[in-house]
């Protein structure tokens, strides 16, 4: 007659649970940690304007909030974050074109700029190297230098993974592309405050759909079962 199983211990519940749990917080930790470079500057240059603060005020305090998510981590760790030096750039940028013109309509400029360098880097990645969004998903979700090298590996063995990644950031490349030329015509055409009152919006909806294709191919290609099966 066999024995009936040893109840678990509780330190053995809270080990199976906590991995899980641990993966989830880790994860969402690397979300927040790769948000914030883009979403902090983005967030004081669009609540300024909000307020009533020119774009010039708003585009400066910005720039000053990315400085400091570059400065105070290679001071303080060492480390320079390119995904904020990036958005440094982009809004030094703005900063300069708002000093030399003076035009609101340049300071406007920035974003659709900002669209289409994107666009850019997305379309040179399908080409030198391996596509962004690869790069990036695996970014956000390998925790650790096992999983990082299981991406790898991945990557090397798996020819549906590649053209899923390749599609994906060609999707995201064409979206950047179009909201910077519709942006571009918009400054050129329609009055400022409209201008500031669609551009937003009109990004928004064209990158959700990219957003969508994205969320709709990663569900059908099931990575993690893939890198489980490796």
Request: aromatic share 8%; charged share 15%.
């Amino acid at each position: 007659m066999s024995q009936p199983a040893p109840a678990a211990q509780p330190g053995e519940i809270s080990a199976t649970t906590a991995g899980p749990t641990a993966a989830r917080t880790g994860r969402l930790n690397r979300i927040i940690a790769n948000l914030c470079p883009v979403v902090l500057p983005m967030g004081t240059y669009y609540l300024l304007t909000a307020l009533g603060h020119s774009g010039f005020i708003a585009l400066l305090c910005a720039t000053v909030v990315s400085a400091l998510w570059v400065l105070v981590p290679a001071v303080v760790h060492r480390r320079f974050d390119g995904l904020a030096g990036f958005v440094l750039a982009i809004n030094g940028l703005g900063l300069l074109l708002a000093l030399v013109s003076g035009s609101e309509r340049m300071i406007l400029a920035k974003d659709p700029i900002t669209d289409a360098v994107v666009g850019v880097l997305l379309f040179g990645s399908c080409v030198i190297g391996r596509p962004a969004m690869f790069g990036i998903v695996q970014r956000l979700r390998a925790s650790g230098a096992d999983q990082a090298r299981a991406w790898n590996a991945l990557w090397d063995t798996d020819a549906e993974v590649r053209q899923i990644f390749l599609r994906s950031t060609l999707v995201w490349g064409g979206a950047f592309a179009a909201v910077a030329l519709l942006r571009f015509g918009m400054i050129a055409t329609l009055p400022v405050s409209t201008v500031v009152g669609l551009g937003n919006p009109v990004e928004w909806v064209i990158l959700g759909l990219a957003f969508a294709y994205s969320m709709h191919v990663r569900k059908r290609m099931n990575i993690n079962a893939r890198i489980a099966a490796e």
